[in-house]
């Protein structure tokens, strides 16, 4: 059984910057593509970022695209989330599951909380 648990987030101001992990652990996800999602305060969880199993390969919700950086560390099983130039929009709660389907179970994610 894999357990998923994400770290890094906090509250930043507007134009600020966050790393979030997030951590595998219970078997390795090196064959997996991975995604980072997000869910507002009364939204429905959205696709933010995704990475494949290697790493060369990327995609990024418009939203986040230019700002956001996914990266992995199959060594470490971990993936990662930098993003830069934070917005009061990107408040939300930050989760991290394989992609384009979530098929692990979602851990408890991490706040993260942009102020104006």
């Known amino acids: 059984q894999v357990q998923l648990v994400e770290s890094g987030g906090g509250l930043v101001q507007a134009g600020g910057s966050l790393r979030l992990s997030c951590a595998a652990s219970?078997?390795?996800?090196?064959?997996?593509?991975l995604g980072w999602f997000r869910q507002a305060p009364g939204k429905e969880r959205e696709f933010v970022a995704g990475?494949?199993?290697?790493?060369?390969?990327?995609n990024y919700a418009d939203s986040v695209k230019g700002r956001f950086t996914i990266s992995r560390d199959n060594a470490k099983n971990t993936v990662y989330l930098q993003m830069n130039n934070l917005k009061p929009e990107d408040t939300a709660v930050y989760y991290c599951?394989?992609?384009?389907?979530?098929?692990?179970?979602w851990g408890q994610g991490t706040q993260v909380t942009v102020s104006s």
């Open positions: 599951n394989t992609q384009p389907m979530a098929v692990l179970i």
């Open positions: 219970g078997r390795t996800f090196s064959d997996y593509a």
């Open positions: 990475i494949n199993w290697s790493g060369v390969n990327t």
